[in-house]
DNA sequence: ATAGGGTTAG
């Protein structure tokens, strides 16, 4: 754990304190770590698929309480530590060692504002300099000369303060620092820094705090946190720390602002433990850190999705006093979601309600996305109903998120209300995401007639089509069979600029194999043929019987590997499902086992003593039947050889609430009943289920042991 | 945008 206490604060002025290590790991927030690091662990090595591939072992899927074995140990030997030196708060308090502080308490004072007789003919004078064209510099510095008043310090300063873009306001600041009629404060080379920030222009901007030292200007709390807010904005995190620290090196103590604005690099740069150091720290000498910084901390878990984190945000304010203001609340929500937490960001935007502060539009953004995200239709309707009712406010992002969230709920009706909304609104017409939602609802509810109406509005609109939009479109119009619109849209689509992608290339992987005629399966391979070559080359590998496995797994290995992570599993399913529909049974087992060997079905087996169970939410029709019978035949050697089975076994398809799912169940117990497999539904939707006993004389006369051996 | 810090979709 490097801290940045020990690499800026403590070697610049506090060598002393190299004992801060072991108070920040006992302090609070240790908790917090543990527990992240915990979270994470997990989700590394249960569902990330590696980008590039590697063969897995196929049978060695480790449980998860053996995954988290390794975890639990170090878990449980840091708690041991913390409980075996619990002592050190008193150390905190210590009166006879006090911690040295890492910020100054009070804020940086600004001077006050002086009225100047002159403001009329300034401010007219400056709205002229910011209304003129920007062709030649010189042209500009032709018309500074016409200033009304003479450049004093005050002059200069209200003009300086005026002017909007960076590059007049920087060459008005070095025009006034030539004529040399008074020395260049602290507060000119602010307000010009600011200036220049907004046009992200670090470089100028680290030129001019060269400059100050240069000329003996002292550089303030002002000009620090400009300099580092630039250069975060800028992404140039190393640089804002840099600056940070040299503050303590010239002997100047950062105040809440700089010091929240630091909190934000380190957070935005994923030093998650600088921050959390960097905070105790703070708060032990004396700082309450206020509604901002709380919303640093809270935007930080929320980005690592890391519920205990905002637990903590919401204990430190409630302990500290402080209340939660409208950002605060938003970045928490947000948060929430990011944690998977619909239920507690509900209650939390209540709990706001009740504070008497007002949602805004980023309020009600993040609790439609989670609420959609979850699929809480009826909170979402009802969320709505109280927008509507108590005209709370509404933009353009809102709309958009509000389209998106009856698109994941399949609120079709509604979705048209809202889009009619918006074109009525006059401030929010639909753009291209908006159409894109729109095609979705209608692509996901086999509204194909009505989804091509939209897309022709679309075109005579002028609003651009994007790939997502082109996507849902293709699966609508492959559904509905209707292979020429498809064509049509998806040359219209390449025409007016759409870069297929590889869920692209997947749908119209998963249209043919739903082709029924050669024809149209030709028809949709032209199309696949524009957008990826290499896979239509597969396609053709794959489906000729003569290719030999070897060759399929090595062509296999070199197109997985060059397709998105996303889009592996669909791939691998609809080459399963095309091989299926040609009757090539045993090439679609060669395709499910390097599927899995390559960890594109990564928890499809699942073994408890009591229960084995089959998972194949995630696959496509012909992949879960190629599934089944694999299964079928591995436990068939299973009761060959007398080996020990648990008592139930358990196949899992869901109930199909995502679109593309849709069917499965359904299609999965027809295929059950044509084997005559003993698996009946379940109480739970979606759970077939059979004994062991039945399990077992149904293997014995679908796979009689004569042939056993060779099976 | 009137010298400095935090929040919004795909």
Redesign the pocket.
């Known amino acids: 754990m490097a801290t940045v206490l020990s690499t800026s604060i403590d070697v610049c002025f506090n060598p002393q304190y190299s004992d801060t290590k072991k108070h920040s790991l006992f302090s609070k927030p240790s908790s917090l770590r543990q527990s992240r690091t915990r979270k994470l662990t997990i989700s590394c090595s249960s569902t990330k698929q590696p980008k590039t591939l590697e063969e897995e072992p196929i049978t060695k899927t480790p449980s998860l309480s053996e995954q988290l074995k390794p975890l639990s140990a170090t878990t449980l030997r840091q708690e041991q530590q913390t409980h075996v030196l619990s002592k050190p708060k008193s150390v905190w308090v210590n009166p006879t060692r006090p911690k040295r502080s890492v910020l100054s308490l009070q804020?940086?004072?600004?001077?006050a504002?002086s009225y100047n007789p002159q403001i009329k003919d300034l401010r007219a004078f400056a709205q002229k300099l910011n209304s003129s064209g920007f062709a030649e510099k010189s042209e500009f510095l032709a018309l500074l000369d016409e200033i009304p008043h003479p450049p004093s310090r005050d002059n200069a300063l209200?003009v300086l303060?005026?002017l909007?873009?960076?590059q007049k306001t920087h060459i008005f600041f070095d025009w006034v620092k030539a004529k040399n009629l008074f020395p260049m404060e602290?507060?000119f080379y602010?307000?010009t820094m600011?200036?220049l920030r907004?046009g992200r222009q670090f470089q100028l901007i680290e030129a001019m705090a060269v400059e100050m030292v240069e000329d003996g200007v002292e550089l303030?709390?002002?000009t620090?946190?400009?300099i580092i807010?630039c250069a975060?904005r800028c992404n140039l995190y190393d640089k804002a720390i840099e600056w940070f620290e040299r503050m303590y090196k010239t002997g100047l103590m950062?105040?809440?602002?700089?010091?929240?604005?630091i909190l934000?690099v380190y957070s935005k740069s994923g030093k998650v433990e600088e921050v959390l150091s960097l905070y105790e720290r703070a708060v032990a000498t004396g700082w309450k850190?206020?509604?901002?910084?709380f919303?640093?901390l809270g935007?930080m878990f929320g980005e690592a999705g890391d519920y205990d984190g905002i637990r903590y945000v919401l204990q430190e304010m409630k302990s500290m006093d402080v209340k939660p203001?409208?950002?605060?609340y938003?970045?928490l929500l947000?948060a929430m979601g990011r944690a998977g937490k619909p239920g507690l960001a509900r209650s939390l935007f209540n709990e706001m309600l009740e504070s008497g502060l007002a949602p805004?539009?980023?309020?009600l953004?993040?609790l439609v996305?989670i609420y959609g995200k979850a699929r809480w239709a009826k909170d979402a309707l009802q969320l709505w109903e109280e927008m509507k009712a108590k005209k709370w406010p509404m933009?353009?992002?809102?709309y958009?998120?509000l389209l998106?969230m009856c698109a994941d709920i399949g609120l079709e009706e509604e979705a048209e209300r809202l889009f009619d909304d918006m074109k009525e609104s006059g401030g929010c017409k639909p753009?291209?995401?908006s159409y894109t939602a729109m095609l979705n609802i209608y692509g996901s509810g086999g509204k194909a007639e009505k989804a091509m109406k939209l897309f022709e509005e679309m075109l005579e609109a002028g609003v651009q089509v994007n790939v997502?939009g082109c996507t849902c479109l293709v699966q609508c119009l492959g559904k509905a069979k209707r292979i020429d619109d498809l064509v049509s849209v998806f040359e219209t689509s390449v025409q007016r600029g759409v870069k297929p992608d590889d869920r692209l290339c997947g749908c119209l992987l998963s249209v043919m194999a739903l082709c029924e005629s050669s024809e149209d399966a030709e028809k949709v391979m032209g199309c696949l043929r524009r957008a990826n070559e290499k896979l239509v080359a597969f396609v053709k590998l794959v489906i000729d019987e003569k290719t030999e496995f070897e060759t399929v797994k090595e062509e296999f290995k070199l197109v997985i590997n060059g397709t998105q992570v996303e889009a592996r599993r669909p791939f691998c399913n609809c080459l399963i499902d095309i091989c299926r529909g040609k009757k090539q049974q045993e090439r679609a087992h060669e395709l499910l086992y390097l599927g899995t060997l390559f960890g594109l079905y990564p928890g499809l087996h699942n073994k408890t003593v009591k229960e084995w169970s089959l998972d194949v939410r995630s696959l496509s029709v012909g992949a879960a039947e190629t599934a089944l019978e694999e299964w079928m035949r591995t436990l068939a050697n299973i009761v060959r050889r007398r080996e020990d089975l648990p008592e139930v076994f358990l196949a899992q398809t869901g109930t199909g609430t995502h679109r593309f799912s849709q069917g499965l169940a359904n299609s999965f117990a027809s295929h059950l009943e044509q084997l005559a497999a003993p698996f009946k539904p379940s109480d739970r939707a979606g759970v077939f289920v059979a004994t062991k006993e039945d399990l077992v004389s149904w293997l014995e006369s679908k796979f009689p042991p004569l042939v056993a051996s060779q099976a």
């Open positions: 804020r940086q004072k600004r001077s504002y209200l303060n005026s909007r873009e960076w602290t507060i602010n307000v600011k200036s907004f303030d709390n002002i620090y946190s400009t807010t975060k950062p105040d809440e602002v700089t010091y929240s604005a934000d850190p206020d509604a901002i910084a919303s640093v935007k203001n409208v950002v605060v938003n970045t947000e805004n539009e980023k309020t953004t993040a996305k933009d353009f992002i809102l958009n998120t998106n753009d291209s995401f997502m």
